[in-house]
């Protein structure tokens, strides 16, 4: 499983939170999770202090017991849930069905009976990482589509290509949770950016260099790909690239920047990758629907170029 889809996790153990109104429970609950190599970052006896601790213990996954006093743990998954969607196996000493259709539609990943062994507990917890790594993917990479829509729709009132297309990558990259990226485009043998945020003095215009390197490769590739610059600053030498689909008129790949050495994730690859077919969409969209629009869009020009216009 890949760790990074929860957050950039190292060598840090998952983060869990213990809910129940039993201390014995809760206790032996901690006891095994600490022996199998996770961190308890909290407990709590009912689904209000659960509420209020999620806030701040910021578990990456919560052992949620159902039947408490005062709050039960349904409500207080859906409380959690519309706070900060996270991952959540509910345990209960009552096998229902209606009980496990409820836990699911608040957000819980997983259901397991108590009492449960350490056997049982820690394939329960992996399993429930995965599917709240699939389901958060999933959610994030409609919303990235979503992101490009209102870019559509801007155009198609008569908004600028530019402006529209470069708010919806600034979404889109800051949803993947990277501040630094660019769209890189191809012009005869050399490469230029053609829209920039992150990258300090690295500004749209700017030239990148000839398209023989590892950027140039990339627009080739057809899934996303890692690469190092090797002449770039530290914080922005490790690269994800991922190849905007073909779009007559434009080549080009959505890049985004990470310091020496970090690795991105299987999560960054499929937002990346996501972002740049939705971009291909738009471009795709302006060419056939609005072609003053993309006619505005085709006028740009590297810094280099600028003068011969």
Known sequence: MDGAVLG????APWRVMVVDDEDMVRLTLSDLLELSG?????????????????????????LMDIVMPDMDGIEALHIINAARPTCALVLSA????????????AGAQGYLMKPCRQAELVPAVEAAIERFACSRVAIETRRVEALFERAWS?????GSLDAAAERA???SCQLAGYGAHALVARRGARLWIRAARGMGNALPGGDLGPARGPLGDALSQ?????????????HLASVLCASVPAVRGFRGCLCLFAPDGHRFGAREEQLAAAAARALARLLRRAQEECPRAWQAWQQWRPCAMRGQR
């Open 8 to 11: 950039d996790r190292g060598t």
């Open 38 to 62: 996770y961190r308890v970052c909290g407990q709590a006896r009912d689904g209000y202090e659960a509420a209020r601790l999620a806030r701040t213990a910021n578990p990456d996954i919560i």
């Open 94 to 105: 009552h096998g229902s069905q209606s009980l496990a259709e409820q836990a699911q539609a």
């Open 154 to 158: 801007h155009v198609a009132a008569g």
């Open 169 to 171: 990558l600034v979404d």
């Open 222 to 234: 057809r899934s996303p790909c890692q690469v190092r610059l090797e002449a770039a600053p530290a």
